[in-house]
């Protein structure tokens, strides 16, 4: 598999975890962008995600650190660092070491999820982690929702696939009847990539000779950045998903996927449902078969795309370029 001729430290928010895999009292380790990471949650219930040593001698603190309250504790010599990564407490001084600091990353949790702020200027977030329900405006809630987690995920490990190759998807119409065995080709209603948050929605429409009775229904995606996407399915079976695509090293990526299913009507059950769960199910297989094409992809720039193609490829590789370093843009966009 060749590496693609993308750069792997893209600037956005990027899935890190789901939020009940760091309870109160928790040190998770984790490895991206190349790094140790450690997330722990206070006993306030807030997550930190910090760079995994620390500062004193390198200790790491996925190995043995512990919460005590607001603070993460190293399990070498007892130094407590804050929610911030300074050090507040060294158990054998009377005073603090102000002057070193672990790195910390802006940390948000939403939709089930815990994401990470990455930036390789040190910028601040300029955008948001869309929320699955308020960013569509229709007025649903999580309530009107089968529970996702843990039953309606997939998680993939080191991959050999780029992020970009997910939001590319979304701009491509033609793969649906060959990789997802569909007998519609959408009609796409919606490219808009003015901004760091982009937005594309496609419609489809079964004919007759398809169903017994023509059928509409379509898919709305709200995109922010290369790392985070959700989407609102509507005219069959009621779901919301979201695919995210977070670099491990400069290779590999992980991935999650998380689906949400409309609850039947009357249905309050606390749980993900039988029928939950083989809606969710189906809704997977067809993300895994891209996932399949993915990671066994060369991605190819300039792409030969055909007419229809050019307009949605285009406009989503010129979007994505706002998220590379400067110095490391893709060599050459789509012509």
């Known amino acids: 598999m060749a590496r693609p001729p993308l750069p792997m430290e893209p600037t956005g928010w990027f899935q890190v975890a789901w939020s009940t895999e760091i309870p109160v009292g928790a040190v998770h380790r984790m490895k991206y962008f190349g790094r140790e990471l450690v997330a722990w949650r206070s006993a306030a219930g807030r997550v930190a995600v910090f760079d995994a040593y620390c500062e004193h001698l390198g200790a790491h603190l996925g190995y043995g650190g512990r919460v005590d309250g607001e603070n993460l504790v190293c399990p070498f010599h007892g130094w407590e660092w804050n929610r911030e990564g300074r050090n507040v407490c060294i158990p054998y001084e009377s005073h603090p070491n102000k002057g070193r600091r672990i790195r910390s990353y802006p940390v948000t949790e939403r939709n089930e999820a815990v994401w990470i702020w990455y930036d390789t200027r040190g910028r601040a977030p300029y955008f948001e982690v869309p929320d699955m329900f308020t960013a569509f405006g229709d007025g649903r809630t999580a309530a009107d929702y089968y529970p996702p987690v843990p039953g309606a995920t997939l998680f993939r490990q080191g991959l050999e696939l780029h992020p970009q190759y997910v939001m590319e998807n979304g701009v491509d119409f033609a793969h649906f009847k060959f990789v997802h065995k569909t007998p519609f080709v959408p009609e796409f209603t919606r490219h808009d990539f003015s901004g760091p948050v982009s937005y594309v ?113 285009k406009a989503l590789r010129h979007w994505a370029q706002q998220f590379y370093p400067a110095e490391a843009q893709p060599e050459r966009a789509t012509r």
């Not at 996407?229 to 670099?247: E, Q």
């Not at 299913?261 to 769960?277: F, M, S, V």
Request: net charge negative; hydrophobic share 40%.
């Open 201 to 313: 929605d496609f419609t489809v429409a079964f004919d007759a000779d398809v169903a017994a009775d023509r059928i509409d229904s379509g898919v709305e995606s709200i995109n922010a950045g290369l790392g985070c996407s959700i989407t609102k399915s509507w005219g069959m079976v009621d779901n919301r998903t979201m695919p995210a695509v977070t670099p491990v090293d400069d290779r590999t990526c992980d991935v999650r996927f998380t689906v949400w299913i409309g609850r039947k009507p009357g249905d309050d059950a606390p749980e993900l449902t039988r029928y939950g769960k083989t809606m969710a199910d189906f809704v997977i297989e067809q993300f895994e078969a891209d996932v399949h094409i993915w990671s066994h992809q060369r991605y190819s720039d300039p792409p030969a795309l055909s007419p229809k193609e050019f307009a949605g490829f």
